[in-house]
């Protein structure tokens, strides 16, 4: 068990979390290696992929991949079983967003975002699962949001992916209990570099005014929801949608 562990049951554990090289996913991945975990990153940009395997030298290992690319993503988790020998649990963290009014989504954004937010969910879903079936045991985990509860202006695609998320959860947990616990992480507004590249520091500012925490979430905290919902404290918790939106949908 390493240093700043919490959960003892999660050292040793063989850990895949998509999106990892940045935001929700680089937290996520980091928390894990502090909780002792073997830790292999997916992500598609090469670039971010290589500066944090160089920088977080904790982890397993990283390997490209475009989750919404069926043989990118068979192949990945092909490296996976030879890095780490398999997989005990699974956060499907990689997604995409853009800001843009229904009428001028075309059908190319539309179909690159589901493909990302929601392909990728089911490609590596599936992968996992059958890694899982063989040990009867595993927990996935994925990043759904508050725009998936409820709709939200502007975000059309993205509302749209993350509902189809938070479904394909719950008919996965129902189909694979008892041995499986499947759950999906909603965070409302997270100061990512996702974030950042959408909102002006004047438009962060404003959000924050509408959060009854008068801020945006950190994704260490996302991070920390995770590693919990991953743990054996969790044991009994399955099939849900768990916000982490700073009272925003309250």
């Known amino acids: 068990m390493s240093v700043g562990a919490r959960y003892p049951d999660l050292a040793g554990k063989r850990v895949v979390v998509t999106g990892g090289a940045s935001g929700i996913g680089l937290a996520t991945a980091r928390r894990f290696v502090q909780e002792g975990s073997q830790v292999v990153i997916l992500d598609r940009n090469q670039e971010a992929l290589d500066e944090i395997l160089t920088a977080t030298p904790g982890l397993a290992g990283g390997v490209r991949c475009d989750v919404s690319s069926p043989n990118e993503v068979h192949d990945a988790f092909v490296q996976v079983d030879e890095l780490v020998g398999g997989v005990d649990v699974l956060i499907a963290n990689a997604g995409i967003s853009y800001r843009r009014p229904f009428l001028e989504i075309d059908f190319n954004q539309w179909s690159e975002v589901l493909g990302v937010n929601l392909g990728g969910v089911f490609l590596c879903a599936q992968e996992a699962i059958k890694r899982m079936l063989p ?39 129902l189909e694979f209990a008892p041995w499986l616990r499947v759950n999906a992480v909603c965070p409302g507004y997270v100061l990512t570099p996702m974030q950042k590249a959408e909102y002006t520091p004047e438009m962060i500012e404003q959000v924050n005014q509408r959060i009854p925490l008068r801020r945006h979430a950190d994704p260490e905290e996302v991070a920390a929801l995770f590693a919990f919902l991953a743990s054996s404290e969790a044991a009994y918790i399955t099939g849900q949608y768990i916000p982490i939106d700073g009272g925003e949908t309250a």
Do not use: W
């Open 135 to 173: 040990q009867r045991s595993g927990v996935l985990l994925f990043t759904a949001s508050t725009n998936g509860m409820e709709g939200h202006p502007l975000y059309a695609d993205y509302n749209a992916s993350k509902a189809g998320v938070i479904l394909l959860c719950k008919t996965i947990a």
